[in-house]
């Protein structure tokens, strides 16, 4: 996901109305590829955020230029056409998508709009705050208690059918219990957890297919498939946050009836919850920012539904979302994470670099693991230690780094983390040099053991082998390190022996899982 949306540098007031038309014709057809990407391939191109500027730069230009606004606008149609690979579903009711907000004073804007809309001056005004599950949306629909059908949101007006698919989903119920009316549609997101991305990733290499970037591909990918049976493979899940058609509510307000879908056998999310005021709202959010690391499953965001179902109805809706509701999004480039570790890695040159080994969390579109810590001055300057709640930033194609410790959220008897000075791999002394003309203390440690290190040994060689070196086609990394461990090759001269060292190992490399005849 390296593509970056066009740059729109200029000020929308500051166009012409015929720069404003060209502009936003491009928008249009870079917008539209984008949707097609994300709602029917299943494969972005960018990232949430950048989608989301490109989104609100079309939307401004149609505010400076009303004509632009035609019915075939974008601002009026929600996702992509439904795939031509699967039967069309129309939806009774739309499944509309939700405006944007992405900062404490867009939202208490929100709640001042809505309450000078529906002129409650200092009145009471209550809403449902519920996470953003970043997976899929899907409509489910019940008659007489059972599950008839089941559809994609598609265009927001006809999604695809993916009724057989959804059954094998064991969390969403075939029939619901108790007492509910004759239709009824939930809508909700499917999604896919942490662990079993994982699983499921490790398995696609084990076969070599094509891994997923993020759990939110894999749980899209997972659902459209044409056989039910690679769908009932893969572990889904699925969180019911709201309503379709339906004969007849079982509540009148929002978290009514989320909790009677709760009682129904329908799986909602635990930490949805009532805010009494917009101070109870940006709290929330801020509390669930640092909590997101350890859902165990990806949210971009958050919503804010108005809790009373009598004052949606007065609201209504504006364009392709109701007026009713907003989502606060997450900035796409951070997240915050738990350090779970730090690991010292040691390079060709004998620099200790540290690594943070993170819980793996999404950002921009990409699961991060690992994140750089630069060196121990900086782990130093930033008191960041084991066990920490931290910030982590992925900027383009810039490896992911620690920007922040949540420093609340740190954990009792957590310690300032010792750099060591000793190699971790070899035991030699690890030192900063000191520049003779400066006195001052290099900033990175290098380990004093070249001639016997092994990590400088295995890095020199993956250095002399590398694409911007000798590129021998065919010893990557990992064949690196296993022969070297295997004592067939210690220095560089020993790859060009490395068939004569292999004829006498035994078992010999061919008849090693992994490894042919064409490896050696």
């Not at 949210?299 to 809706?317: C, H, M, S, T």
């Not at 699961?367 to 920490?388: C, F, M, S």
């Not at 420093?407 to 900063?432: D, I, T």
């Not at 006195?439 to 004093?448: L, S, Y």
């Amino acid at each position: 996901m390296t593509k970056k949306p066009s740059l729109h540098p200029a000020s929308v007031e500051e166009l012409t109305p015929i720069e404003a038309r060209a502009e936003h014709a491009q928008l249009h057809e870079e917008i539209e590829a984008h949707d097609r990407r994300y709602h029917q391939e299943d494969a972005p191109t960018i990232s949430d955020a950048d989608y989301d500027a490109l989104r609100r730069r079309y939307e401004e230009l149609e505010r400076v230029f009303p004509e632009l606004a035609t019915a075939q606008s974008l601002t009026k149609t929600v996702g992509a056409k439904p795939s031509e690979k699967f039967a069309k579903v129309k939806h009774a009711v739309p499944m509309l998508s939700l405006g944007n907000v992405f900062s404490d004073e867009e939202v208490l804007e929100f709640v001042a709009r809505v309450r000078r809309f529906l002129g409650l001056g200092e009145s009471p005004l209550r809403f449902t705050f519920e996470p953003k599950i970043d997976g899929l949306s899907c409509s489910l629909r019940y008659e007489k208690g059972h599950l008839v059908q089941a559809a994609t949101r598609g265009d927001g007006y006809e999604g695809e059918d993916v009724t057989a698919n959804v059954r094998t989903i064991d969390e969403i119920p075939q029939r619901l219990r108790g007492d509910h009316s004759d239709v009824f549609e939930v809508r909700g997101e499917v999604y896919m957890t942490h662990m079993d991305f994982a699983a499921l990733n490790a398995r696609q290499k084990e076969l070599a297919k094509t891994l997923f970037a993020n759990p939110r591909n894999a749980a899209a990918g997972s659902l459209r498939q044409l056989d039910p049976k690679i769908t009932a493979s893969r572990p889904l899940h699925f969180f019911a946050y709201g309503w379709g058609e339906t004969s007849a509510l079982p509540a009148n307000t929002q978290l009514g009836v989320l909790e009677s879908l709760r009682r129904y056998g329908l799986p909602v999310n635990p930490l949805t919850t009532l805010c009494e005021n917009a101070e109870d709202m940006l709290a929330h959010y801020r509390a669930i920012e640092t909590q997101r690391a350890t859902l165990g499953y990806d949210i971009d965001g958050v919503v804010y539904k108005v809790d009373d179902i009598a004052l949606q109805e007065r609201l209504g809706f504006v364009s392709r979302a109701p007026r009713w509701a907003v989502a606060r999004k997450f900035p796409a480039e951070r997240a915050t994470t738990i350090l779970r570790d730090i690991e010292i890695q040691v390079g060709r040159t004998g620099a200790l670099t540290p690594v943070a080994r993170l819980e793996p969390v999404t950002v921009g579109g990409v699961v991060v693991q690992n994140a750089t810590l630069h060196n121990e001055d900086e782990i130093a300057r930033k008191d960041i230690r084991i066990g920490d709640t931290v910030v982590v930033q992925r900027a383009g194609d810039v490896i992911p780094q620690i920007v922040e410790v949540v420093a609340e959220k740190r954990p009792n008897g957590a310690k300032p983390y010792q750099f060591p000075h000793v190699c971790p791999r070899c035991g030699s002394a690890a030192l900063r040099e000191i520049d003779e003309k400066t006195g001052e203390a290099d900033v990175v440690r290098r380990c004093t053991g070249s001639l016997v290190c092994p990590a400088q040994a295995i890095e020199r060689l993956k250095h002399f082998a590398s694409r911007n070196a000798m590129d021998i086609e065919g010893l990557g990394d990992k064949q690196i390190e296993f022969f070297y461990d295997e004592g067939l090759i210690k220095t560089a001269s020993d790859i060009f022996a490395l068939a004569e060292r292999e004829a006498q190992m035994s078992p010999r490399l061919a008849e090693r899982e992994g490894y042919g005849e064409t490896s050696v």
